[in-house]
């Protein structure tokens, strides 16, 4: 029985109903077939940020990368044990197998290797270069960089081209390399490896000079040394010191006069080293 109050709502006033007895379920309750087969089944972001927990990245930076979609590639040594998949999808430890190197006690191990020519060889460079074409149309791009600094300090004082002539005062002089500033005996530098043409006094105005072949009609020439150490005939290396600066032949002060030959004609040094 129920009574309505004042504002709408129904009261009960009769005795309150039983409680349900309860029931104890004795039955098991049925395995779900496929909730193994679902725990199997991983997410791509659980296999990531698991992936990165076991490779060493951190299961933190995992996380990250999963969560904006960029693809995690780690690089493990071989010697550890490493991830892979399985046919199922499902993941496994797994380790490479490693060859066993075995030699006699008396063995000789030889570890000379052949010469690699790579970008970063300069020398490489400049012989693929003129090796390629014929020097006098290799262009001021191709060249930029491919001879290495004559002096350790490049200290420009007089630039290649038309000067007045700190000589004589008069207009018009052509100047056939770059001066660069260089107290007397400083150490100078072979600009490449090549062969050494000439290598004494210089009756035009170069005083002490050296010239050194390149090869393909590529020359370089140093002059005004107080003095040099190499011969005609010899090889030199790129970056050797081939000789002392000076102010010998036609020259107001200590520095080097450097030129860049192409096929016995003066060329901008600039447009090469």
Sequence with gaps: MTTQTARGRRRATGPAPEPRPAVEHMAERPRDAHRDER???????RQVTEFA?????GQK??????????????????TSPVLA?????????????????????????????????TKGDPDGKLKQLLSAQSVGSITRA???GTLGAPL??????????YRVSPITGGAGEFHRGQDFAAQCG?????????????????????????????GNGLETTYNHLSSASVRVGQKVSRGDVIAMSGTTGASTGCHLHFEVMVNGDVVDPLGWL
């Design 142 to 144: 191709a060249s930029a």
């Design 61 to 78: 930076a995992g996380i990250a990368l999963a969560a904006t979609g960029l693809v995690l590639t780690v690089t493990v040594p071989a």
């Design 85 to 117: 998949s399985n046919a199922d999808g499902t993941g496994a430890l797994s380790a490479a197998v490693q060859p066993d190197v075995t030699a006699a006690a008396a063995a000789k191990v030889d570890f000379s290797r052949t010469a690699v020519t």
């Design 53 to 57: 927990a076991a490779s060493g990245v």
């Design 152 to 161: 350790d300090q490049m200290i420009t004082a007089s630039p290649f081209g």
């Design 186 to 214: 400083t150490a100078v530098h072979a600009a490449a490896s090549g062969t050494v043409t000439f290598s004494g006094w210089h009756p035009y105005g170069g005083g002490n000079r050296v010239v050194i072949d390149h």
């Design 39 to 45: 725990r199997r089944r991983r997410s791509p972001f």
